[in-house]
């Protein structure tokens, strides 16, 4: 079950930063409420397979303009891993249930 508030730590250039990813499953969608540095504040929904999930879309960033992405991500146990993986580069995001 990957449904739960989850606490991340994001490399950026001035070191690790925190923030906060928040799923929930319907059936075979999921959701995501995503707050992190890089990305900022989004929102997502895409397809679940047990305990991966993936989605793509677009985003609009300040600095960054739109920003087209693909987005990878896996529960095991408590631990969360995401990869965005963008037109501007890779993020990952790691974390765990809160």
């Known amino acids: 079950m990957i449904d739960g508030k989850y606490t991340i730590k994001v490399d950026t250039p001035l070191g690790k930063r925190p923030g906060t990813v928040i799923l929930k499953t319907q059936g075979n969608v999921f959701y995501a409420d995503i707050n992190a540095p890089v990305v900022g504040k989004q ?3 895409g397809t679940v397979m047990g305990n991966s999930f993936a989605t793509e879309g677009t985003f609009k960033l300040k600095l ?7 987005l990878y991500g896996e529960v095991d146990g408590d631990n969360l891993h995401i990869l ?3 037109d501007k580069g890779q993020i990952k995001l790691d974390g765990v249930r809160a």
Do not use: A, C, F
């Open 43 to 45: 929102k997502t929904e």
């Open 64 to 70: 960054l303009g739109k920003v087209t992405y693909k």
């Open 84 to 86: 965005i993986d963008s």
